[in-house]
């Protein structure tokens, strides 16, 4: 097994996680389980944010993707230690998107000696992605 390379020392970078879903996947996700599939995955914020967009399959996706690089930042993957609804995307006056972890969740950032997240979203008509970068300040 490869081990996973070291964060050379004095860097502000902790963690790196990049995560890209099919918005089909999700939207298949939502007719089937409905309520059951939205409130396992995202908080009920992330839920109002969504529900009000014309076609919330696509932001919904960028969500899902940005849980899934915050767990591989964390290199803990989804499970006990980090779960669905232990970060949530939250918007700034100018839109911008911002990770807002649950208690759990900033434990575990502390942990790894990180004091926030950095995430970048984007999606298309067929696929969603995110970029979390974890960073000391």
């Known amino acids: 097994m490869i081990a996973m390379p070291e964060i050379p020392a004095g860097s502000n970078v902790v963690g790196v996680g990049i995560d890209s879903i099919e918005v089909l ?23 109002a944010y969504c529900g009000d ?53 900033g434990e575990l950032l502390k942990s790894i000696g990180a004091t926030k997240a950095l995430v970048s979203l984007t999606h298309l008509e067929t696929v969603a992605s995110a970029v979390v970068i974890l960073i000391t300040r």
Not at 33 to 38: I, Q
């Open 25 to 47: 996947r999700i939207k298949e996700s939502i007719d089937k389980h409905g309520d059951h599939f939205l409130n396992k995955i995202f908080t009920a914020e992330e839920q």
């Open 53 to 105: 967009k014309a076609e919330p399959a696509p932001f919904y996706a960028t969500r899902f993707a940005a849980k899934e690089a915050m767990a591989k930042a964390f290199r803990t993957g989804m499970g006990k230690d980090f779960g669905w609804l232990d970060s949530e995307i939250i918007h700034g006056t100018a839109g911008e998107p911002f990770v807002q972890l649950s208690g759990q969740g």
